[in-house]
C-alpha cells in the first residue's frame, strides 16, 4: 500500500528519476560528527562522513531494530546507532555491539542499504540506484570572473518535474513576473526557437524577451536566454543582458517526494561587482516566490508525460521535449530492470 507522499516506484516518472544525482543539501550541513537525515523520493536517508571526510548515504534504519541511525553520531569514522550504540564502518560492517563487545557484530549486508553520494558545487548529491548519467556540469563554477552566489533552499510542495519545467518555460514572464520579466499588459509573442538532444542533456536555441526589470541592477534588457536540461532533476540558464553581460543559473530541484521538492539555486554573474548579496537574493526570493505559487497549484501534481493528456503550443517545445525525454529514461531504466530481474531468476 502506497501511502500519501511516497512515490509508486513502477511509475515512469520514479524510474526516470531513481538512477540519477540529486542535489539533497549543501556539503555544509553534514559535519564530521553528526548524522543528518533527507528524503529523496519518498526515501528517508542519513548522511554522514567516514574518517576520510567521505560523504556516505544510507537509508535511514539500523538493521538491529529499526532505529533511525540520524539520531545517532559519529564516533571514529564510524556511524553509531543511538538506540543501542552499534557502531558500522562505511563499508556497511557492523564493528561493535556494546552489550557483546568481546564479539564481532553480526553480518550487516542485508540489513544495511547504502546508496551513492558525491559532492560538488557545494552540494551534497545522491543517486539511490546506481547512476545511469554523469554529474552536471557548471561551466561559471571555475571562471573567475563570474560572481557566485548561493540561493535557496526554497521549499515548494510541488513535484520536482514540474517545478524544473517552469523553470525551462519563458512564456509565462508577462504573467508569474509581471513588470518583472514581462509586461503583463504588452505580453510578447515568443519566436518559434529549436530544442536538440546530446550526451549532456537538452538545449534550446536563443529565446528573446524583453524584461522591465531584467536582472539584479533593476534596469530593463533585451534578454536572450538558451535553456539546457543537464539531468531530470538538474536546469541551467544563460541569460544575455548586454554585449557581455551573463546572468546564468544553475537550477537543482530536490525529488523529495511525488508533491514536494526543495529548489537550490546556484547564481553566477560577470557584472555589477558593487551589488550587494542582498540585492542579488532579492531579486531571487521574488521570482521563486511568484513561482512556487503558481507550480503548487498545477494538476495533477505528478508532471503528465502521456503528450495527450494537456495541451500544448509551439512555445511549449522545450517542455514537451522535456517530457517525452523523461519517459524515454523512465522506459529505458524500467527495461533495464526488468532484464536484471530475469537474470537474476535464470541464475
Given at each position: 500500500?502506497?501511502?500519501?507522499?511516497?512515490?509508486?516506484?513502477?511509475?515512469?516518472?520514479?524510474?526516470?528519476l531513481?538512477?540519477?544525482?540529486?542535489v539533497?543539501?549543501?556539503s555544509?550541513?553534514?559535519g564530521?560528527?553528526q548524522?543528518k537525515a533527507?528524503?529523496?523520493?519518498g526515501e528517508?536517508?542519513?548522511?554522514?562522513?567516514d574518517d576520510?571526510g567521505?560523504v556516505?548515504?544510507w537509508?535511514?534504519?539500523?538493521g538491529?531494530?529499526?532505529?533511525?541511525l540520524s539520531?545517532?553520531?559519529?564516533?571514529q569514522?564510524?556511524?553509531?546507532?543511538?538506540?543501542?550504540?552499534?557502531?558500522y564502518?562505511?563499508?556497511?560492517e557492523?564493528?561493535?555491539?556494546?552489550?557483546?563487545?568481546?564479539r564481532?557484530?553480526?553480518?550487516s549486508?542485508?540489513l544495511?542499504f547504502?546508496?551513492f553520494a558525491?559532492?560538488r558545487y557545494?552540494?551534497?548529491?545522491v543517486?539511490?540506484?546506481?547512476?545511469?548519467?554523469?554529474?552536471?556540469e557548471l561551466?561559471?563554477?571555475h571562471?573567475?570572473?563570474?560572481r557566485?552566489?548561493f540561493a535557496?533552499p526554497?521549499?515548494?510542495?510541488?513535484?520536482a518535474?514540474?517545478?524544473l519545467?517552469?523553470?525551462?518555460?519563458?512564456s509565462?514572464?508577462?504573467?508569474?513576473h509581471?513588470?518583472?520579466?514581462?509586461?503583463?499588459?504588452?505580453?510578447?509573442?515568443l519566436?518559434?526557437y529549436?530544442?536538440?538532444?546530446?550526451?549532456?542533456?537538452?538545449?534550446?536555441?536563443?529565446i528573446?524577451?524583453?524584461?522591465p526589470y531584467?536582472?539584479?541592477?533593476g534596469?530593463?534588457?533585451?534578454?536572450?536566454?538558451?535553456?539546457?536540461?543537464?539531468?531530470?532533476?538538474?536546469?541551467?540558464?544563460v541569460?544575455?543582458?548586454?554585449?557581455?553581460?551573463r546572468f546564468c543559473t544553475?537550477?537543482?530541484a530536490?525529488?523529495v517526494?511525488?508533491?514536494?521538492?526543495?529548489?537550490w539555486?546556484?547564481?553566477?554573474?560577470n557584472f555589477g561587482?558593487?551589488l550587494t548579496?542582498e540585492?542579488?537574493?532579492?531579486?531571487?526570493?521574488?521570482v521563486f516566490?511568484q513561482?512556487?505559487r503558481?507550480v503548487?497549484?498545477q494538476?495533477?501534481?505528478r508532471?503528465?508525460?502521456?503528450?495527450?493528456?494537456?495541451m500544448?503550443?509551439?512555445s511549449?517545445?522545450?517542455?514537451?521535449?522535456?517530457?517525452?525525454?523523461?519517459?524515454?529514461?523512465g522506459e529505458a531504466a524500467?527495461?533495464?530492470?526488468?532484464?536484471?530481474?530475469?537474470?537474476?531468476v535464470?541464475?
Amino acid at each position: 500500500m502506497l501511502y500519501k507522499g511516497e512515490w509508486n516506484p513502477n511509475e515512469l516518472d520514479y524510474r526516470a528519476l531513481a538512477g540519477q544525482w540529486h542535489v539533497v543539501c549543501l556539503s555544509t550541513d553534514v559535519g564530521a560528527d553528526q548524522p543528518k537525515a533527507v528524503r529523496l523520493l519518498g526515501e528517508e536517508l542519513v548522511l554522514w562522513r567516514d574518517d576520510q571526510g567521505k560523504v556516505n548515504a544510507w537509508k535511514d534504519y539500523c538493521g538491529h531494530r529499526g532505529a533511525k541511525l540520524s539520531l545517532g553520531c559519529v564516533k571514529q569514522g564510524q556511524i553509531e546507532c543511538p538506540y543501542h550504540g552499534w557502531r558500522y564502518s562505511s563499508q556497511g560492517e557492523c564493528t561493535l555491539v556494546p552489550a557483546h563487545p568481546e564479539r564481532k557484530g553480526p553480518s550487516s549486508q542485508r540489513l544495511i542499504f547504502r546508496h551513492f553520494a558525491e559532492e560538488r558545487y557545494g552540494y551534497i548529491w545522491v543517486s539511490l540506484e546506481k547512476p545511469l548519467r554523469p554529474l552536471p556540469e557548471l561551466p561559471q563554477w571555475h571562471d573567475d570572473s563570474f560572481r557566485k552566489v548561493f540561493a535557496g533552499p526554497y521549499l515548494y510542495n510541488a513535484n520536482a518535474l514540474r517545478s524544473l519545467e517552469n523553470f525551462i518555460d519563458a512564456s509565462h514572464f508577462p504573467f508569474v513576473h509581471a513588470n518583472l520579466n514581462g509586461l503583463p499588459d504588452a505580453p510578447e509573442p515568443l519566436k518559434r526557437y529549436n530544442v536538440k538532444e546530446d550526451e549532456h542533456g537538452l538545449h534550446s536555441s536563443e529565446i528573446c524577451v524583453f524584461q522591465p526589470y531584467g536582472d539584479h541592477r533593476g534596469i530593463p534588457v533585451n534578454a536572450r536566454y538558451t535553456y539546457s536540461v543537464l539531468n531530470p532533476t538538474t536546469a541551467y540558464f544563460v541569460k544575455k543582458t548586454g554585449e557581455t553581460e551573463r546572468f546564468c543559473t544553475f537550477f537543482n530541484a530536490t525529488p523529495v517526494d511525488e508533491s514536494q521538492c526543495v529548489i537550490w539555486l546556484i547564481v553566477a554573474i560577470n557584472f555589477g561587482q558593487d551589488l550587494t548579496l542582498e540585492q542579488i537574493l532579492s531579486r531571487q526570493n521574488i521570482v521563486f516566490e511568484q513561482d512556487r505559487r503558481i507550480v503548487e497549484s498545477q494538476r495533477p501534481a505528478r508532471l503528465p508525460l502521456d503528450p495527450h493528456a494537456e495541451m500544448h503550443v509551439v512555445s511549449d517545445r522545450m517542455g514537451i521535449e522535456y517530457r517525452r525525454w523523461i519517459r524515454a529514461l523512465g522506459e529505458a531504466a524500467s527495461t533495464n530492470q526488468q532484464s536484471q530481474v530475469i537474470e537474476s531468476v535464470s541464475i
